[in-house]
């Protein structure tokens, strides 16, 4: 997945869920780290995007719950699978919305990225062969496992 089409956070939709009081206000440093694919690049991801969230759970699918309102648990939890912060990786919401980032920047702030009631969002490496899912129930499945 080298070569991901990537564009300005500027003209991200969902940037005020990082710039905006109401929500979070991430760091510059931090929002430095976020940057939106393109709307085709997104699209481009959706197959994939759609293949890890419908793939069955085997044994080896850590599942575990993710209520907003136990943030910090939920952190501990997302740094407890042993995935390096520096891991580049893709945040995706849809066919026309997707990130990459670090593992860091999700872990750190995994509740501006993952909204109860609304969002379901796969996550993924773009070296290491895992992949991680939310559903807006507020849960998370973490794929050790590649995805083809």
Same mark, same amino acid.
């Given at each position: 997945? &080298?070569?991901?089409?990537?564009? #300005?956070?500027?003209?991200?939709?969902? /940037?005020?869920?990082?710039?905006? =009081? +109401?929500?979070?206000? %991430?760091?510059?440093?931090?929002?430095?780290?976020?940057?939106? %694919? +393109?709307?085709?690049? !997104?699209?481009?991801?959706?197959?994939?995007?759609?293949?890890?969230?419908?793939?069955?759970?085997?044994?080896?699918?850590?599942?575990?719950? !993710?209520? !907003?309102?136990? !943030?910090?648990? &939920?952190?501990?939890?997302?740094?407890?699978?042993? %995935?390096? @912060?520096? +891991?580049?990786?893709?945040?995706?919401?849809?066919?026309? /919305?997707?990130?990459? +980032?670090?593992?860091?920047?999700?872990? #750190?702030?995994?509740?501006?990225?993952?909204?109860?009631?609304?969002?379901? &969002?796969?996550?993924?490496? /773009?070296? *290491? @062969?895992?992949? %991680?899912?939310?559903?807006?129930?507020?849960?998370?499945?973490?794929?050790? *496992?590649? =995805?083809?």
């Amino acid at each position: 997945m &080298v070569g991901i089409a990537l564009t #300005n956070l500027d003209d991200f939709p969902l /940037l005020w869920r990082w710039t905006q =009081v +109401t929500h979070s206000v %991430l760091a510059p440093e931090v929002l430095a780290t976020i940057r939106p %694919l +393109t709307q085709a690049a !997104a699209q481009d991801q959706a197959a994939h995007a759609s293949a890890i969230w419908q793939a069955p759970r085997t044994p080896s699918v850590q599942h575990f719950e !993710a209520p !907003a309102e136990r !943030a910090d648990d &939920v952190r501990k939890n997302l740094g407890g699978l042993g %995935l390096l @912060p520096t +891991t580049p990786i893709i945040v995706y919401w849809d066919m026309g /919305l997707a990130v990459q +980032t670090i593992w860091q920047t999700f872990t #750190n702030h995994w509740d501006d990225f993952c909204y109860p009631s609304s969002d379901d &969002v796969v996550v993924w490496s /773009l070296t *290491e @062969p895992w992949a %991680l899912c939310y559903g807006h129930h507020e849960w998370f499945d973490y794929r050790p *496992e590649a =995805v083809a």
